[in-house]
């Protein structure tokens, strides 16, 4: 904590040059907009101005809006070099957009919030989509992901995009999807990452899987079957030697695997109540002997469900053998729970979601809240935590839409780029 000068009443930050503690310290006018308060350090040898290191915003009532109490007009809340919201907005905008809310939503909140005005028109957005991309990373390295846990759940979905001139649908993106079951001791299961690509083949996917560190690798990756991840993790992991089966095991999703049979099983009208095949279909993934079972009640004249069970009797029969060696995970339901809560937040807005980078960093916050680690004082710490470290100062913004509010960018300063696949 700064040392105040003058007692709690004034309550003045000391000056920030080396060998100028003690001096007086008086209040010099404002800037900005909105004002913040500026600094005279007296001398004997003169003065000079100077502003703290994280600057405060001047308080309208001089009242805490937190805990009511009195401050000083110069004591309002934080806010970053040039940034003309304070950072608590800008966590809170965090909180509200990985929450499903949408970047124009988060900004109008944040306007009211600090009571500037509201926009009219569907625009004002670009405020926290500049946000995201200056400090939105801050945030979620608080809460980073650095290894993948003993099991892993991987799956996808995709968003479309309506044309509206032609009321043709395309691709817009992919979200890929991991699930965490770590050993036992080291902590929750837990929703493990997010990230938007274009595509969701096995390129996509090992690049996603080499987000974390892969040295170790995890002994089970459960997927509902699509190869373009099966090949992402061999790729990934060649393959580490056991005594009974590769490390990680790839495994198919029993629940998938269940609705695959009953779907040839229809085919074949053999699914009706009482069915030998359906009772024992029941458990047949559990192990050999209870696939050996399942097999023997499907007849060749069962042509379909005959047909499947041929075509996939091998990869079956090394699973349910080794079942039982492997952590006891066996379906992608708790990832599928949460990428349908993606699909809630982002649907209706995906044709306007084209930059990667900032809809990967957007993603990485729906996960904390899924996870139910947004809380909007932790983020703000994490904030100030990371501007106090880097001299107040953030990085810069473009200015938007928002005019006014985003800082103005330096000369020359090479601009981000839009990372749109």
Same mark, same amino acid.
Not at 28 to 42: A, E, H, L, N, W
Not at 65 to 81: E, F, K, L, M
Not at 388 to 415: F, K, L
């Given at each position: 904590?700064?040392?105040?000068?003058?007692?709690?009443?004034?309550?003045?930050?000391?000056?920030?040059?080396?060998? $100028?503690? /003690?001096?007086?310290?008086? @209040?010099?006018?404002?800037?900005?907009?909105?004002?913040?308060?500026?600094?005279?350090?007296?001398?004997?040898? /003169?003065?000079?101005?100077?502003?703290? @290191?994280?600057?405060?915003?001047?308080?309208?009532?001089?009242?805490?809006?937190?805990?009511?109490?009195?401050?000083?007009?110069?004591?309002?809340?934080?806010?970053?070099?040039? #940034?003309?919201?304070?950072?608590?907005?800008?966590?809170?905008?965090?909180?509200?957009?990985?929450?499903?809310?949408?970047?124009?939503?988060?900004?109008?909140?944040?306007?009211?919030?600090?009571?500037?005005?509201?926009?009219?028109? =569907?625009?004002?957005? !670009?405020?926290?989509?500049?946000?995201?991309?200056?400090?939105?990373?801050?945030?979620?390295?608080?809460?980073?992901?650095?290894?993948?846990?003993?099991?892993?759940?991987?799956?996808?979905?995709?968003?479309?995009?309506?044309?509206?001139?032609?009321?043709?649908?395309?691709l817009a993106f992919n979200v890929l999807?991991?699930?965490?079951?770590?050993?036992?001791?080291?902590?929750?299961?837990?929703?493990?990452?997010?990230?938007?690509?274009?595509?969701?083949?096995?390129?996509?996917?090992? =690049?996603?899987?080499?987000?974390?560190?892969?040295?170790?690798?995890?002994? *089970?990756?459960?997927?509902?079957? !699509?190869?373009?991840?099966?090949?992402?993790?061999?790729?990934?992991?060649?393959?580490?030697? +056991?005594?009974?089966?590769?490390v990680p095991f790839c495994y198919r999703?029993?629940?998938?695997?269940? =609705?695959?049979?009953?779907?040839?099983?229809?085919?074949? @009208?053999?699914?009706?109540?009482?069915?030998?095949?359906?009772?024992?279909?029941?458990?047949?993934?559990?192990?050999?002997? %209870?696939?050996?079972?399942? @097999?023997?009640?499907?007849?060749? %004249?069962?042509?379909?469900?005959?047909?499947?069970? %041929?075509?996939?009797?091998?990869?079956?029969?090394?699973?349910? !053998?080794?079942?039982?060696?492997?952590?006891?995970?066996?379906?992608?339901?708790?990832?599928?729970? $949460?990428?349908?809560?993606?699909?809630?937040?982002?649907?209706?807005? +995906?044709?306007?979601?084209?930059?990667?980078?900032?809809?990967?960093?957007? *993603?990485? *916050?729906?996960?904390?809240?899924?996870?139910?680690?947004?809380?909007?004082?932790? #983020?703000?710490?994490?904030?100030?935590?990371? *501007? =106090?470290?880097?001299? /107040?100062?953030?990085?810069?913004?473009?200015?938007?839409?928002?005019?006014?509010?985003?800082?103005?960018?330096?000369?020359?300063?090479?601009?981000?780029?839009?990372?749109?696949?």
């Amino acid at each position: 904590m700064p040392r105040t000068v003058g007692g709690p009443a004034r309550d003045l930050p000391s000056c920030p040059r080396p060998g $100028h503690e /003690g001096r007086k310290v008086v @209040k010099d006018g404002r800037y900005g907009s909105p004002p913040r308060q500026r600094f005279r350090c007296v001398g004997p040898d /003169g003065f000079h101005r100077f502003v703290p @290191k994280l600057p405060r915003q001047v308080t309208h009532a001089g009242v805490c809006d937190t805990c009511d109490s009195t401050v000083p007009a110069h004591r309002g809340p934080v806010a970053g070099r040039w #940034y003309a919201f304070p950072v608590r907005e800008v966590a809170a905008a965090f909180a509200a957009v990985g929450s499903g809310a949408s970047y124009q939503q988060a900004a109008l909140r944040a306007r009211a919030r600090a009571d500037r005005t509201l926009l009219d028109g =569907d625009w004002g957005g !670009a405020v926290v989509a500049e946000w995201l991309n200056a400090l939105g990373q801050v945030v979620l390295d608080g809460y980073a992901e650095t290894s993948w846990p003993e099991t892993v759940v991987l799956d996808s979905t995709r968003f479309m995009a309506r044309n509206t001139w032609t009321g043709g649908q395309s691709l817009a993106f992919n979200v890929l999807g991991a699930y965490g079951y770590p050993a036992d001791g080291q902590g929750r299961p837990r929703l493990w990452a997010l990230a938007a690509y274009h595509q969701a083949t096995a390129v996509e996917w090992a =690049d996603f899987l080499r987000r974390l560190d892969t040295t170790h690798p995890p002994r *089970l990756v459960v997927t509902d079957g !699509a190869d373009e991840i099966t090949n992402a993790v061999r790729e990934v992991w060649t393959g580490y030697p +056991s005594p009974s089966f590769p490390v990680p095991f790839c495994y198919r999703c029993e629940h998938h695997l269940r =609705d695959n049979v009953v779907e040839e099983l229809a085919a074949d @009208k053999v699914t009706h109540w009482g069915s030998i095949r359906m009772n024992a279909l029941n458990e047949a993934f559990h192990s050999p002997e %209870k696939w050996s079972a399942f @097999k023997a009640t499907v007849w060749p %004249k069962q042509a379909h469900a005959y047909g499947w069970v %041929k075509a996939n009797d091998e990869m079956v029969t090394t699973q349910v !053998a080794v079942r039982r060696f492997l952590p006891d995970h066996h379906s992608t339901a708790a990832l599928e729970a $949460h990428l349908g809560k993606v699909r809630d937040f982002l649907d209706a807005r +995906s044709f306007v979601l084209r930059n990667q980078a900032r809809t990967t960093t957007m *993603l990485g *916050l729906v996960r904390l809240h899924l996870n139910g680690h947004d809380d909007t004082r932790r #983020y703000t710490e994490l904030l100030r935590t990371w *501007l =106090d470290s880097n001299g /107040g100062a953030g990085p810069h913004q473009r200015r938007g839409y928002d005019t006014g509010t985003s800082v103005r960018a330096s000369q020359g300063q090479r601009q981000p780029s839009s990372l749109r696949r």
